[in-house]
C-alpha cells in the first residue's frame, strides 16, 4: 500500500497526470470533429510541454534570466528531483522529433505558447522599472493560463487534422476550452488566498475576495453551459454531456476552508479534463 500510494504522488506531483489530462483534451477535440483516437504527434507533443513546463514552474525561484547562459546554468544548479531530470532528459530528446513530425506551423505555435507559459513562471516583462512574472498581473494570469491551454488542446490537433480554424465550431471550441480551463483555475484562485497574501501577490481573488470570485465562476460556467447549446455546435446529447460536466466542475467552488489535502486539486480538479474526455468517449461509442 505505501509503495501504491508513494507511486501516486510522484505521478501527480511530478505533472504525469496533468499531461495524461492534456493529452486527454487534445484527444476530446479530436471526437468533437468526429476525427479517430489517435496517439499522435500533437498528442505526445501537448503531453510532453505539459509536463515539461509544470516541473519548470515548481523550480521557477531557482531559475536566472540575466543571460541564455546564466538561464541554462541555473536549470542545471537547480535542486530538481530525480524523477523530473529524468522527465525533462525525454523532452530535450524527444521534442525535436516531434516538432519535425508535425511541421513548422504546428512547432513554431508551440514555441510562441511555450514562451508565453514561461513567462507566467519567471520575471521576463519589463513593467514600472523592472521585470514583473505575468502571473502577477492580475487580470492576464487566468486569461493568459486559459488562452495558451486552449490554443494548445483545441488549435494544434486542428491544424494537425487540417481542419479550418476561422470556422464557427472551431472558434466556438476554442472559446469554450478557454473558459472551462478558467473555471477550473478558480478552485485554485481559492485554496491560494492566504498563501498569496502572505506573499504580498495580488490575484483576482486576493483583490475581491472569494464570494465574488465563486460568482464570476458560477457565471463562467451558465456562459459556458449556453455557449454548448449555440445551434450547430455540438450534438444536442454532446451538448448536456459536457454541460454536465461543467456543473460537476462549479461543485469545488464552494468548498470551505480549510480545504481538502493538496492531491484533491491535482486529482480531481485537474480531473475533470479527464472526465470531460470519457464522457465524450462513450457518446462516441453510442
Known sequence: ?????????????????????????????????????????????VFLLTVSYYNLHKYAGHLSLHSPGMFFRSCIRAPVRPLDRWLFLIAILWLPVLFYQSGWLISLVSMVMATVSLAYSVPAIPLAGGKRRLRELVYLKLSVLSFVWAVMTVTLPLLESGIPLSDTRPILLTVNVAGFIYLLCIPFELRDIKKEQEKGVLTFAVLHGEWFTRWVAYGIALLLIALQHVPGYLEPRQSWLLSVVVALSVVWIPLKHP???????????????????????LFSKL
Open 259 to 281: 480545504l481538502p489535502q493538496r492531491w484533491f486539486y491535482k486529482g480531481v480538479v485537474d480531473g475533470m479534463m479527464l472526465l470531460r474526455f470519457f464522457v465524450l468517449y
Open 1 to 45: 500500500m505505501e509503495l501504491l500510494k508513494r507511486i501516486g504522488e510522484r505521478f501527480l506531483y511530478s505533472h504525469l497526470f496533468l499531461g495524461l489530462c492534456a493529452a486527454s483534451m487534445v484527444q476530446s477535440t479530436r471526437l468533437l470533429f468526429q476525427l479517430p483516437l489517435s496517439l499522435t504527434p500533437v498528442t505526445v507533443l
